[in-house]
């Protein structure tokens, strides 16, 4: 049997921009609950939560880690998530299936654009969260200066729970407003100890206590009656208001510390599971039934049909897939079988267990919010929903975000592309933000993701997981030729050589078609001139010159060729020489019409805070970019755009370095345009250059 109840979990992710410590307080909390015997650290590859070896190279999450804590008899689940926005999608998923968060904002930087993002998705999940200001004892840490940034560009009603106790080098403790005592991390005994307020605070606590005490009225009509008669508020009214506005999202509790030193966590802890709630407090996970969108819901009940959610995969070069996923509803034991919902499969479960970190802790049995994971599940991707196969429900899946960036891959050895393919499409079931394709037209391997950093990441995982190195190219744009003229042409073609020989003749209307026309193949012969069996061979010989191009080798689109005349030999034609004569014809045609370069345009929109507005118009100009509208959307602008795909390869990480990071993009394809001159002959000359080489 499980050793807690659902009503004594808490579910806590731990979210923020990167850079603002939240592996560090993931690490905080594992030793001052006696989970590990000294704190691990980052920067020294000894963390418990970032062990990837791709995270200790570069001090950033790239990963979501899972572990957990025992806490004032509670159990509290944490997700350390990533802050980059390359790895956003892997925050998302983990927010889908917390009950609650912490949002971390550092007392020198303040509210990042990050945050502001996490921010948003806690929104459109409606979870209650606390901020935690953290880093005070750094140099130049402000508590004022970051509570009014998260004030100004957060929004919400935060309100202080706790005050610093100093700054930068002096910065000592905390004092906790709703129990008006002092705290002091003692860092040898791994302990807090109370302590009188310093009589220098005595003003500022009580302003902001009075401030507490408001915005905890606030929450109740009961209590707002009982603070405006003047009645003084019970510490279970305060502890019962607070319960209230915390869980609805109408307070958010605010309170600050030092997750290097320790200080102040203990506070946040109290406060997790003093006032956050549980996932029985949460009350019913909603869904639908399969095939439908019919509303299904499931209670928190160890008695209700089971059902889970997969937010996570990870590709395990030794334990194979590891699936992460939380119950909802129902028991779920070892050794037993359950139903995917999204794919109408079923599938065998073998041990259960907690990751914690990258150790597993095998587990009998799961109970309505656990996070747990599986092995080697053939079937289930992140997204699914598991459940009992009599009782179907399907749980909304977090949709990933369309790629932004794409690479040319290929095997460093030769010999290596089947296992290029498979290792990759291992990958993309961890990542679903990866995408992986074979161009058609360029005849390359086309990895994309989230940007530079996401898919260098990925192709060093390639490179530690399978063994496998690769090559990254700027992908080839693909062009497309047409023609703005039209002509009358002869294809001909005779070949005499002994014996039976071979003669083709073919007399074609070339014309241009509007842009997106595509090809038409208009069979104009009358009477016999060329017998039928022929003239689908000439538009056979047609397509194929097409395919190959005539003035760069990219296809060509958009025109209408018409078979208008020609003649036959009654020995020598064959379906070879009028194929020949087509294509013939076809080439010669092309360069009497006038022909052009087609360049693929995208739709873009680009998001960026205020601020750097004019840089980004001006950068989006001088890569041949239009601007085509602009909303405002908070603190940022959203503009909307068309610009050359040639133009765009590398925007990712030049929009990151031109934002300081903030900016963020999506495009698609919407149609082709011709290329400029001066462009087109560049490009003429550079293909003239490979054909030769």
Known sequence: ?????????????????????????CESFLYISGKTDRPGRVDEGTSSMDYEPEEQKRHISISAATNNIDWDKHRINLIDTPGDSNFAFDTKSCLRVVDEAVVMVDAVGGVEFQTEKVWEYADEFKLPRLVFISRMDRERADFTKALESVRSRLGGKVTVFTLPIGSEAAFKGVVD?????????????????????????AAEVKKYRDILIEDIAETDDELMNKYLE???????????????????????????????????????????????????????AVGAKPGSQEEETRLPDEKAPFSALVFKTIADPYAGRLTLFRVYSGTLRSDSTVYNASRKSTERIGNLFFLEGKTQKPVDELIPGDIAALAKLKDTATGDTLCAEKSPIVYKPVEPPPAIISFAVEAKSRGDEDKLVSSIHRLT???????????????????????????????????????????????????????????????????QSGGRGQFGDTWLDIEPLPRGGGFEFVDKIVGGVIPGQYRPAVEKGIVEAMAEGVVAGYPVVDLRVSLTDGSYHTVDSSEMAFKIAGSLGFKKGILECKPTLLEPIVNIMIEIPDEYMGDVIGDLNSRRGKVLGMDSQGHHQIIKGQVPLAEILKYAPDLRSMTSGRGTFTYEHSHYEEVPSFIADKIIAESKKEEEA
């Open 1 to 25: 049997m499980s050793k807690y109840e659902s009503k004594s979990i808490r579910n806590l992710a731990v979210i923020g921009h990167g850079g603002t410590g939240k592996t560090t307080l």
């Open 177 to 201: 407003l709703i129990g008006m005592k002092a705290l002091i991390f003692d860092g040898d005994k791994k302990t807090t100890k109370s302590a009188d307020i310093p009589a220098d605070m």
């Open 230 to 284: 003047g009645s003084e508020l019970s510490p279970e009214d305060l502890k019962g208001g607070l319960r209230k506005g915390v869980a609805e999202g109408g307070l958010v509790p605010v309170i600050c510390g030092s997750a290097l030193s320790h200080t102040g966590i203990s506070s946040l802890l109290d406060t997790v599971v003093q006032y956050f709630p549980s996932p029985v407090d949460r009350g019913a």
């Open 429 to 495: 079931d961890e990542d679903p933000t990866l995408s992986f394709h074979r161009d058609d037209q360029t005849k390359e391997m086309i990895l994309s993701g989230l940007g530079q950093i996401h898919i260098e990441v990925t192709v060093e995982k390639m490179k530690r997981k399978f063994g496998l190195e690769v090559v990254l190219k700027t992908p080839k744009v693909p062009y497309k030729e047409t023609i703005k003229g039209k002509t009358t042409v002869q294809g001909r073609y005779k070949k």
